[in-house]
């Protein structure tokens, strides 16, 4: 087990390691000068400020020089100052992340909760017209835009029934922006429960256990579940990395604070130093989470592990 | 039974949750303005746009404030005197301007803040919106001589503008001024700001109001004020609609209809300065021509394009310089300007060689959002019933302005480029920017053009200035060098909730809010 998460932490700072590279790349890869670009709407801005601009970024360098610089200030926690206001992004990203991680959290647990019972339902009622039906809504689930879902969510509940609030970051605002993420991802999460439990229940261990007279209940349960989990888990930490890109969305219609919103304003500012430290936030969350799923994958199915020894 | 008491536990918890919590997130008397973006910094030496400006204006004081039609007027500087080279300004204070810590505001603060705009270590991104000042000398406690390197009789409007507000010099010990605090004199005082979410403002109970356009002398009748940033618009219109927001910028596709049913009021900004226009890439073919750039203006019917986008939201603008600025006069400006006359269009366009299979192509370019881009498809329509072949393409602010200048400094192709710029300014001043060599775009220059705008800044007698500033724009107009389109053009637009009463904007879209009263 030691030796497989070793494994997977090795591949994990290499992720991390090739964003790095990547990142100080980013500024390079838009034409024209960056800081020409990044200034674009301060006209007070004098060619000298710019100079200074271009030496504080080091792009006055070379890029393996510029790399260098860059991984010699993460490793001191700086990740630079906002071009737009010339606050630290560490302490941008750090003020919003926790917002977009609940956001993901919790919407992962609403996809989850709605998502796994009617995959396995439907998985269940195989070939009824439950199955159809369920099925068909998870279609038209995934096919939602968030952008449309969410409105339609904030009119009904924020503005005809007056229930929640339409903007705002307290823990009644999480409930719009959690759902509208969570529902499309629980049509997702209905479609791969179904296919997997339709998977194990034609296994010969589950025909075996139901020949044998266990109750139903209990083959569904104690066999069926456990088995069919399996790439349901592998499916969260893809979802996760998924969830995480669609709260940019989301969070925009709910004024969400999170790191998602950071990055888009930042894209429309030209802020590369908010960029180059939203990728690397991202990749480092993506990262992190799936190693936690792997370790709980292995935890639930002792073969995984034992393949990797 | 079970499943359908757990979903109703879920439902009911929902319920009591929020009937339990606070919708609005506000005291009683706090007023809600939401806005799409947020400001960039609270230290006005550190950002440049419009979201900043709006909330130094509410925080900070200048030693001159603007009346309801533009014209300075004192505010913390009661009076001023200027020497007869107009190169030394003497500013004498009111007395009684405390800051938000307490302390009195007087010339050393106004010292203060003036050096570190002009600080070499540190050089503020607005230095240039205090003009060529040189030194700023504490003559007593209240007053202050400016020396300025050369005469700039633009000084006046520009100490009035939020761009030179005064910050107090406590502000110099305190940890984090500009991301955690900020020390103003303004009649509402930080409580604090999240970035990115909001700004919460408590009142100013010492706040003595000498010169801002708001009826009340004293402090804001309402106990807070809370910016909120909702960057979606149908959200912003929600919160309108369930009274969680007071004040916003609602969706212009749904003004109409607010109107109609008359539950939120709608206010329109006047004398904004924002002028939207026309301008070329003019080293190379075919806008290096100045016929190709007047085919352009004749072609164009802003009338009818405003009218057909925004309603009676915006109007047509005939000078460089939009109402409200020193020098615009509509009639003035509507003898130079090229009229909207599609045949004088073709005629010009035939005479450079085009026709019908070999139309003039160009880029339109155009910045998102604010439905310019819908504007910029009828303008599109206009000029392609003349033969012009524009092509639209629709970016950010930021990138507008850099392939404005890209493309003005792109001397090869055939194929031109246009675009929809947007400037606001409170003087005209701005046209030295603009135009004056090398110019802010890299755009049209003329030793010609160079010599009337540097007469503008130095000429003291308003008379001789306003005739100065009119040649400017009968040069320009005639020119087809920047063709005014329309004005107001950007957040201007404001949705106000039925119980919120006396709020106003300022010219130069600065909304004041000391006035306001919330009706229960």
């Known amino acids: 087990m030691l030796s497989f998460l070793a494994g997977r932490l090795t591949m994990g700072f290499l992720t991390i390691f090739v964003t790095t590279i990547l990142v100080t790349l980013l500024i390079h890869l838009v ?20 100079e200074e601009v271009r030496k504080s970024l080091g792009l006055d360098k070379s890029i393996p020089v510029q790399y260098a610089m860059f991984i010699g200030r993460l490793l001191e926690g700086d990740l630079g100052n906002t071009i737009r206001g010339g606050q630290p992004v560490l302490d941008v990203i750090l003020q919003r992340l926790p917002n977009t991680l609940v956001l993901a959290v919790a919407a992962m647990a609403i996809a989850i909760l709605i998502g796994v019972p009617i995959g396995f339902f439907a998985a269940y009622k195989q070939g009824t017209i439950w199955d159809v039906t369920l099925m068909i809504t998870a279609i038209a689930g995934i096919s939602m835009p968030h952008f449309w879902l969410g409105l339609i969510l904030l009119f009904y509940f924020a503005v005809d029934l007056g229930w929640l609030p339409v903007s705002g970051g307290g823990p009644l605002n999480l409930v719009l922006p959690a759902l509208t993420l969570g529902l499309s991802n629980a049509a997702i999460f209905a479609r791969l429960t179904r296919s997997s439990m339709i998977d194990v229940l034609s296994q010969d261990f589950v025909q075996t256990a139901i020949a044998k007279g266990l109750p139903k209940k209990l083959v569904l349960r104690r066999h069926v579940l456990r088995a069919g989990l399996i790439p349901i888990i592998t499916m969260m930490g893809l979802q996760f990395a998924f969830m995480m890109g669609g709260a940019i969305v989301v969070e925009n219609i709910f004024s969400w604070n999170g790191v998602g919103r950071m990055a888009v304003e930042a894209i429309f500012q030209r802020d590369y130093p908010i960029i180059q430290g ?11 989470v799936s190693i936690m799923l792997d370790a709980v994958y292995a935890f639930i199915d002792p073969r995984i592990r034992r393949s990797q020894t | 039974m079970q499943k359908f008491l757990g979903k109703h536990a879920i439902c009911a918890g929902i319920l009591a949750l929020s009937l339990g919590g606070s919708v609005a997130g506000a005291g009683a008397k706090d007023i809600v303005w939401a806005r799409y973006g947020d400001i960039d910094s609270l230290d006005p030496h550190r950002a440049t746009s419009t979201l900043s400006l709006q909330v130094w204006s509410l925080m900070y004081d200048t030693l001159l404030a603007v009346d309801a039609d533009g014209h ?26 405390t800051c938000h810590d307490g302390t009195p505001l007087d010339a050393n603060d106004v010292k203060y803040t003036i050096d570190t705009a002009f600080d070499s270590e540190k050089p503020s991104l607005t230095k240039g919106s205090w003009g060529p000042i040189s030194s700023a000398e504490v003559i007593d406690p209240l007053t202050v ?10 000084l006046i409007p520009f100490l009035a503008d939020s761009f030179s507000s005064i910050i107090c010099d406590s502000n110099e010990d305190a940890a984090g001024f500009g991301t955690d605090t900020a020390i103003g004199s303004g009649p509402w005082k930080l409580v604090s700001w999240t970035k990115g979410d909001k700004i919460v403002f408590e009142k100013n109970p010492e706040y003595k109001n000498f010169g801002k356009l708001a009826e009340n002398p004293g402090a804001p009748y309402m106990d807070g004020l809370i910016i909120t940033t909702v960057p979606e618009p149908q959200a912003r219109f929600a919160a309108l609609k369930t009274g969680e927001v007071h004040i916003a910028e609602p969706p ?3 003004v109409a209809a607010i109107r109609e049913s008359g539950d939120l009021q709608i206010m329109v900004a006047e004398n904004t300065g924002q002028n939207v226009f026309w301008e070329f890439a003019v080293h190379r073919p075919p806008f290096n021509d100045k016929r190709a750039r007047l085919a352009v203006a004749h072609a164009t019917d802003a009338a009818a394009a405003i009218n057909l986008i925004y309603g009676d939201l915006s109007i047509p603008e005939n000078c460089p310089v939009s109402r409200g600025v020193f020098g615009n006069d509509q009639d003035f ?22 026709s019908e299979s070999n139309p003039l192509e160009t880029a339109l370019l155009v910045w998102t959002g604010g439905n310019r881009q819908k504007l910029g498809e009828v303008f599109q329509a206009q000029l392609a019933e003349v033969g012009i072949k524009a092509s639209i393409e629709i970016m950010d602010i930021g990138s507008l302005n850099a392939r404005v200048r890209q493309e003005n400094e792109n001397t090869e192709g055939t194929t031109g480029s246009m675009d929809m710029m947007t ?55 005639s020119n087809a060098i920047h063709v005014p389109l329309y004005t107001p053009g950007w957040e201007w637009v404001f949705a106000v909730r039925p119980e919120v009463k006396n709020f106003h904007v ?9 006035d306001i009263k919330i009706e229960d």
């Open chain 2, 506 to 514: 300022a010219p130069f879209v600065y909304p004041i809010f000391s």
């Open chain 2, 72 to 97: 300075p007027v004192p505010h913390v500087a009661k009076s001023w005197t200027s020497n007869d080279t107009g190169t030394e300004y003497t500013f004498s204070l009111n007395e009684g301007v």
């Open chain 2, 145 to 154: 001589k400016l020396t300025l390197e050369t005469p700039f009789v633009a």
């Open chain 2, 333 to 354: 400006c509507a003898e130079y300007r090229p009229a909207y006359d599609p045949e004088k269009s073709k005629e010009l366009l035939a005479e450079l060689g085009y």
């Open chain 2, 423 to 477: 400037w606001s300014w409170y003087d005209p001043d701005i046209l030295y920017a603009l135009w004056h060599t090398p110019g802010a775009y890299r755009g049209y220059t003329s030793p010609e053009l160079d010599a009337i705008l540097d007469e503008t800044r130095v000429l003291t007698d308003p008379e001789a200035r306003k005739a100065k500033v009119q040649e400017a724009f009968k040069y320009l107009l």
């Open chain 1, 278 to 288: 939203f990728i690397l936030t991202f990749a480092v969350v993506v990262v992190f």
């Open chain 2, 252 to 254: 212009f596709d749904d």
């Open chain 1, 31 to 50: 034409p024209g000068d960056p800081v020409q670009i990044m200034y674009a709407q301060s006209q007070g801005t004098t060619p000298e400020q710019m």
